[in-house]
């Protein structure tokens, strides 16, 4: 079992920064591939940018690329996403997740373990 807990949500306005950080328990968090993803009222949950067990490939959606940085900490057993020049249609509530795979991927389906989200909110 994998236990995930984001932080570092909250309000900003356009054009600010955050940085959201998932802290992993439970397993060798080294061994797995990390994403994240976001889900805006309304709308289907969505890919935002993965990371491979090593950190050696990345992937990020179009909407963020440019603008969204992810990254990670083994020694921590934590990962990052870096979000500048946010943008209203960023507002919505991210998740980290687990993919035992260790790759990252794109598709939702490949993750195992998924945590409760933090609500981010960019003003206009």
């Known amino acids: 079992q994998v236990q995930l807990v984001e932080s570092g949500g909250g309000l900003v306005q356009a054009g600010g920064s955050l940085k959201l950080s998932c802290a992993t328990s439970?397993?060798?968090?080294?061994?797995?591939?990390m994403g994240w993803f976001r889900q805006a009222p309304g709308k289907e949950r969505e890919f935002a940018a993965a990371?491979?067990?090593?950190?050696?490939?990345?992937y990020y959606a179009d909407s963020v690329k440019g603008r969204f940085t992810i990254s990670r900490d083994n020694a921590l057993s934590t990962v990052f996403l870096q979000m500048n020049n946010l943008k209203p249609e960023d507002t919505a509530v991210y998740y980290c997740?687990?993919?035992?795979w260790g790759m990252g991927s794109r598709s939702s389906d490949e993750y195992a373990f998924w945590g409760q989200g933090t609500q981010v909110t960019v003003s206009s």
């Open positions: 997740a687990a993919d035992l």
């Open positions: 439970g397993r060798t968090f080294s061994n797995y591939g």
């Open positions: 990371i491979s067990w090593g950190g050696g490939r990345k």
